[in-house]
Nanobody, 126 residues
Framework: EVQLVESGGGLVQSGGSLRLSCAAS????????IGWFRRAPGKEREGVSA????????YYAISVKDRFTISSDNAKNTVYLQMKNLRPEDTAVYFC???????????????????WGQGTQVTVSS
């Protein structure tokens, strides 16, 4: 059974940092992309970052580029999202998701992901 469990969310002041973790079970990263998404109150879900271990490619939304870093520990089957210089507009529920890679162009924030975690709340106070 595939499971994704996020952790590491919380309340932080503007300018602060948090590291989110996504612990995966039931599959290995070799054939999957792992993405981080977020949903802010009253807004659509948006892609934040993604990672493919097959070629160590990373992807970032423009709004978080140079502030967020995605990484993985394959031995622990865990993907991390290090978030720095957080802003109030980063407040959202953050989800990790897994997508089994298919042939053709990979759209990190456009392709439908196969599995989702339950989410972790990140709140940034001003």
């Amino acid at each position: 059974e595939v499971q994704l469990v996020e952790s590491g969310g919380g309340l932080v002041q503007s300018g602060g940092s948090l590291r989110l973790s996504c612990a995966a079970s039931g599959f290995t990263f070799d054939d999957y992309a792992i993405g981080w998404f977020r949903r802010a109150p009253g807004k659509e879900r948006e892609g934040v970052s993604a990672f493919t271990s097959s070629d160590n490619s990373t992807y970032y939304a423009i709004s978080v580029k140079d502030r967020f870093t995605i990484s993985s520990d394959n031995a622990k089957n865990t993907v991390y999202l290090q978030m720095k210089n957080l802003r109030p507009e980063d407040t959202a529920v953050y989800f990790c998701a897994a997508l089994r890679l298919r042939e053709g162009l990979f759209l990190p924030f456009g392709d439908p992901y196969d599995y989702w975690g339950q989410g972790t709340q990140v709140t940034v106070s001003s």
